[in-house]
């Protein structure tokens, strides 16, 4: 069975300074791995996706996650926040060319002026 | 429009009530799920749709619940006989191919179950 660890349910980060999202994943194989944001009142946004190959990933916005096979981590980082990065952050893990993804529980991000 | 639009926003349901939540996939988007998201908590998938055929219903709670996609766009998620248990966020996204490889949310419906 899949799942996705997210350990840090809030974090709070000043504007300007980096960020670290942890995520952990259980899957067999190499999975599909995506981080989604969601502001409020807003549906998901893809950030960024792995599914095989460089295993660092750029995204939008900014974001950037690197897949650690060794580790079963996908960690999302951003070198420098912005207030607008404000949001809950999802990690999710998939089974290649499959419809079910497994979302983990989000870490809300606070930034402060 | 050019996102995933679901309706209503807000279904406020006595326990016991029926209520259908709509989705609207973006055009074209061969595939469709449905997704439950609890305060607090991350989406949990219910439901997927290749076009019309219902792939994969494991993560439907219960028989109360139950999806349809009878052309392959619009889809109806029913629950019947809601129970407080039910309130959540359904979440439907739409994706362009036939796997998971890039989902686009739609902003949900909130159920509130009383």
């Known amino acids: 069975a899949q799942s996705v660890t997210q350990p840090d349910i809030h974090i709070t980060v000043s504007e300007g300074a980096s960020l670290e999202l942890r995520c952990n994943y259980s899957y067999g194989a190499t999975p599909y791995l995506f981080w989604y944001v969601q502001s409020p009142g807003q549906g998901l946004q893809l950030l960024l996706k792995?599914?095989?190959?460089?295993?660092l990933v750029q995204g939008i916005k900014g974001f950037e996650a690197e897949f650690k096979r060794s580790q079963s981590s996908f960690n999302l980082r951003k070198p420098s926040v912005h207030w607008s990065d404000a949001a809950e952050y999802f990690c999710?893990?998939?089974?290649?060319?499959?419809?079910?993804?497994?979302f983990g529980d989000g870490t809300t991000l606070t930034v402060k002026p | 429009g050019a996102g995933v639009s679901q309706s209503p926003r807000y279904k406020v349901a006595k326990r016991g009530q029926d209520v259908a939540l709509r989705c609207d996939p973006i055009s074209g988007h061969v595939s469709l799920f449905w997704y439950q998201q609890a305060l607090g908590q991350g989406p949990e998938f219910l439901t997927y749709?290749?076009?019309?055929?219902?792939?994969?219903k494991s993560g439907l709670p219960s028989d109360r619940f139950f999806a349809e996609r009878p052309e392959g766009s619009v889809s109806t998620l029913k629950i019947q006989r809601t129970q407080q248990e039910d309130s959540a966020v359904y979440l439907c996204?739409?994706?362009?191919?036939?796997?998971?490889?890039?989902?686009?949310f739609g902003s949900g419906t909130q159920l509130s179950v009383l």
């Open positions: 996204a739409s994706s362009l191919r036939t796997t998971n490889e890039k989902l686009f």
């Open positions: 749709f290749q076009n019309e055929a219902q792939l994969d």
């Open positions: 999710a893990v998939g089974a290649p060319d499959a419809g079910k993804s497994t």
């Open positions: 792995y599914f095989s190959g460089d295993t």
